[in-house]
């Protein structure tokens, strides 16, 4: 069995030699280089472009501006897809949107002329800061792509945190980050006549490929999208934003190939971010600890109204996470100046957990409980949004099992109890928790008479291992050693498969290799037994083995090799499709898990280091220990970037992104993680997936800031209910 | 111009602003050195000159005329790893892979640095003649390298495995 096992990326080679081909990489005859030039007003519109310095400097082949710009097909109504800024008028929403694309011969001759492109405009009145117009929150017009309502109510939350005994009731600030994955965006655009070939760093090849297509106005066959790797995401690669577009355009424009990278500047304004958020919660108990009113409104940043919605849904967890008869939910937007929010991993958990794991860290304090026990008298046995089982839900062993490897209970629970020489060590937990998603996905299965096997389908890995988690499901199911599976992905010409976001790429594709694989299996042996005859005559195919090349049963034995040979056929093929089915409907399916930080104080400088970490998870049946551990701890990183570094800030008079670097804009360094210890609990869920998996991506981020946050205060006892936690928050307290 | 790239004797005439990075990227074909930010930050460009890393991205191609450059290419072959690429598939110390021919240069030249006794920030006999690679050490001087995927633990654990002392890199 190779499903589980801790096996090494089958792609790792590529990836260590440099082998590997990211989209920026595809060599092109005669292709040329186009850069984005982005505008330097907040609002207003542009009244006109000076290219008379730009135009003749050489190597230059195109300028595209709004005045010149092919039209596109931008109708909102026929896609879910990013539409603005498209060169396609002259309005200006936002600092950073793209207002021309430059193309030159050379990069370094299209870099010179787009810096030296002048832009005229007539600034409007922007706001820029979100604070400034909490007054202004508006509701999600397509809240979950309308399929619920943005707020929900059960019970009386308001009459029973009147009557509570205990109450917390606080405002918990989060700020706007960027994915900043390591390859910035990047397109090569191709055109073969009405024919488009993409090579693009995207989640979503499908997504890209309609997207394109609808933009052209061709249908979907016309595109062909490559990305056989992708350099990171994290959110920011799943929508189809404009660079990508902007490149076919430039390369219709010029008639040649075009590369488009953006660079790491713009890609602060190109793609999305995760947005600010203001999240207010009340909590009720009584004098037990037990919940009796739940309420989180949150409110986060939005767009202007003509780039699309984006509603981050921070409440969402909230609604499932305790036992509570009486919950409230809001989400309310804010419109400024900035560019469209989008999806960055665990979007709505990652920022709202932040908020209702710190209040029950406070009401565990005002309850005079262990904040695990807290957790515990509230535990919900069904989702308390719904009524519904969950498919699965070990959430006590991971509690129980990251208390026990941590030492949770070594430690002396009084604020400011613990130091080490004059540092402060804290130590602090919070839940995590995130919904399991899968989609519909195709796949098909090529077995060769050699004994080798091929597994295709339109999926993408992200880094996350879907190449080597896939071989290895088809390796099991074709009795195969895994050298001999090869596994394609990301082309638009394979089998549909979904985007890569939501933590459901596994639990969609590779419950598809699944049944492509057990139908080639199948089909082997029927063949088998058919090329038989009368010898092997109403044998039970289910009596039946088939592994490396040879089915054998009850009757003998025979290679497919030979099978095949006698009938003139090379190869068995088999596809499948598979859905979803009806889980959701009966089931509320989550994955869950509990975070354990200890946390390094310094009294003097206010600096906080991490300095030990346990994460125990509930997140289904693993395809592969390996990897699925380092997701878990790239996810718990991504966390601690969260909670104590990242920030993107805005200059509240030009709406210009101040940090658009990846040097001002801190991510984790290898200084900045301690070995960290994950722990998976045994949990296949039957229910979601016939794997048993349940998706590992946003799980292990979700829950971390507040983990750090709690145990900052356990540190020092000051609560800092505003990301990041900066040195000044605990110095100044 | 002329330079030693992976022990290869190359030529080219080219505009002075290309770097070094673009000069490899676009114009070798050599790239496994990665553009992650093209203003020194994010250490994905980094290579060897002279066995000495550095950020390829900060460099023009024109100022290392003459001079032998060592990219992830030059360090082994699919066929045949360098032990410190065996030791990141072994370590998973990466996911997207996009940092990873950075992570794997720097931490050559990082090992060379320790052999030539050269302090880091947390050094902490300054005086001492011999740096031990110790895991603070190891993890200050790899911290030029951004991973966004988070792999961090992983990449020590295949350095150590590999440059650390005993080891045999």
């Not at chain 1, 001999?484 to 976001?501: I, M, N, T, Y």
């Not at chain 1, 037994?529 to 039946?544: C, L, V, Y």
């Not at chain 1, 083995?545 to 099978?563: C, H, Q």
């Not at chain 1, 990242?646 to 670097?661: F, K």
């Amino acid at each position: 069995m190779y499903v589980g096992q801790p096996i090494d990326r089958i792609d790792g080679r590529h990836k260590v030699t440099g082998a590997a081909l990211y989209a920026a990489e595809f060599p092109q005859p005669d292709l040329v280089h186009a850069v984005l030039v982005q505008s330097t007003v907040a609002a207003g519109e542009i009244t006109g472009f000076d290219q008379s310095a730009a135009a003749g400097m050489p190597g230059v082949l195109a300028i595209i501006t709004p005045d010149n710009a092919p039209k596109l097909n931008t109708d909102k109504k026929a896609q879910q897809t990013v539409t603005a800024p498209l060169l396609q008028d002259r309005s200006v929403l936002y600092n950073g949107q793209h207002v021309a694309v430059v193309v030159a011969d050379t990069f370094e001759r299209a870099t010179a002329a787009g810096a030296t492109l002048r832009v005229q405009y007539r600034a409007g009145e922007a706001v820029t800061d979100m604070h400034a117009a909490l007054s202004q929150a508006y509701p999600p017009k397509r809240f979950r792509n309308g399929e619920r309502s943005p707020d929900s109510t059960r019970g009386d939350p308001d009459g029973a945190f009147n009557g509570a005994a205990l109450k917390v009731e606080a405002t918990y600030e989060t700020p706007t980050e960027h994915h900043n994955p390591m390859e910035p965006h990047a397109t090569i655009a191709r055109w073969d006549g009405d024919r488009l070939t993409v090579w693009t760093a995207t989640q979503a090849i499908s997504g890209a490929q309609r997207t394109l297509a609808t933009m052209f106005g061709i249908d979907p066959e016309q595109v062909l999208v490559i990305c056989p790797f992708v350099g990171g995401g994290f959110g920011c690669k799943g929508n189809t934003w404009p660079p990508a577009t902007l490149a076919a355009m430039a390369s219709r424009v010029v008639g040649r190939p075009v590369k488009l990278v953006v660079t790491r500047q713009q890609m602060f304004t190109s793609n999305g971010y995760r947005p600010a958020t203001v999240q207010r919660i009340r909590l009720g108990a009584d004098a037990d600890g037990r919940l009796v009113s739940v309420r989180h409104d949150g409110i986060t940043q939005m767009s202007q109204p003509a780039l699309g919605e984006f509603a981050e849904p921070v409440a969402l967890a909230t609604e499932m996470l305790y036992a509570c008869p009486n919950a409230a939910i809001t989400h309310r937007l804010v419109g400024v100046h900035a560019g469209l929010p989008t999806y960055m991993r665990a979007p709505g958990e990652a920022s709202g957990v932040f908020a209702i794991e710190s209040a029950m860290d406070e009401l565990a304090v005002a309850a005079k409980l262990d904040p695990i026990e807290l957790r515990l008298r509230n535990y919900a046995e069904a989702d308390p949004s719904n009524g519904k089982p969950f498919a699965s839900k070990p959430l006590r062993d991971c509690y129980a099992r990251g208390a026990d490897a941590f030492g949770w209970a070594k430690r002396d629970p009084a604020p400011r109890s613990m130091r080490d020489g004059r540092v402060l060590i804290g130590c602090g937990m919070a839940t995590t928790t995130y919904p399991t998603n899968r989609s519909q996905a195709e796949a098909k299965v090529r077995l060769n008479a050699d004994g080798s096997a091929i597994v295709q389908t339109g999926s993408q890995d992200l880094g996350t291992g879907t190449y080597t988690v896939l071989a290895q499901v088809a390796a099991d199911a074709l009795g195969l050693p895994l050298h001999r599976v090869r596994v394609e992905l990301g082309d638009s010409r394979l089998p549909p498969a979904p985007g890569s976001g939501g933590s459901q790429t596994a639990a969609s594709v590779a419950s598809a290799v699944l049944a492509a694989s057990e139908a080639a299996r199948a089909e082997a042996i029927h063949l088998a037994i058919a090329d038989r005859g009368a010898a092997w005559g109403g044998a039970d195919p289910g009596s039946f083995d088939f592994r490396d090349g040879i089915i054998s049963g009850p009757p003998g034995r025979v290679g497919l090799s030979d099978v095949l040979g006698r009938h003139g056929v090379r190869q068995i093929q088999q596809s499948a499709t598979t859905s979803p089915g009806d889980a959701k409907k009966t089931h509320s399916l989550h994955s869950f898990g509990a975070h354990f930080a200890e946390v390094r104080v310094d009294p003097d400088f206010g600096t906080i280091r991490v300095s030990r970490w346990v994460g125990a998870f509930d997140c289904g049946k693993l395809l592969n220990a390996k990897t699925a551990e380092s997701q878990l701890k790239g996810g718990i990183v991504f966390g601690i970037g969260m909670a104590l570094l990242e920030e993107t800030r805005t200059d509240p008079e030009t709406g210009r992104i101040t940090n658009a670097n990846i040097a001002e804009y801190l991510v984790p360094v290898n200084a900045d993680v301690p070995d960290i210890r994950t722990i998976v609990v045994d949990s296949a869920d039957p229910v979601t997936t016939p794997l048993g998996i349940k998706g590992i991506g946003e799980l292990p981020t979700v829950g971390v800031a507040a983990a750090i946050a709690n145990a900052v205060y356990h540190a020092t006892g000051v609560r800092v209910r505003r990301l990041p936690i900066r040195l000044e928050d605990v110095l100044m307290a | 111009m002329e330079w030693t790239i992976n022990g290869q004797a190359v030529s080219a005439s080219l505009d002075p602003r290309v770097s070094l990075l673009d000069l490899l990227r676009d114009h070798l074909g050599l790239t496994g050195t990665k553009k992650g930010c093209n203003q020194g930050a994010c250490g994905a460009c980094t290579v060897l000159v002279d066995g000495e890393r550095i950020n390829s991205c900060l460099a023009l191609a024109v100022q290392y005329d003459g001079r032998a450059i060592t990219t992830v290419e030059g360090l082994g072959s699919t066929d045949a790893l360098h032990p410190l690429q065996q030791a990141f598939i072994e370590h998973d110390g990466f996911q997207c892979g996009y940092c990873t021919p950075g992570q794997l240069c720097s931490a050559i030249g990082m090992a060379g640095e320790i052999e030539r006794g050269v302090p880091s920030a947390v050094t902490a006999d300054l005086a001492a003649a011999a740096i031990v690679l110790n895991d603070d050490e190891l993890r200050e001087r790899m911290s030029g390298n951004l991973c966004r995927c988070g792999a961090y633990n992983g990449i020590v654990e295949a350095v150590r495995a590999t440059l650390a002392p005993g080891k045999a890199a």
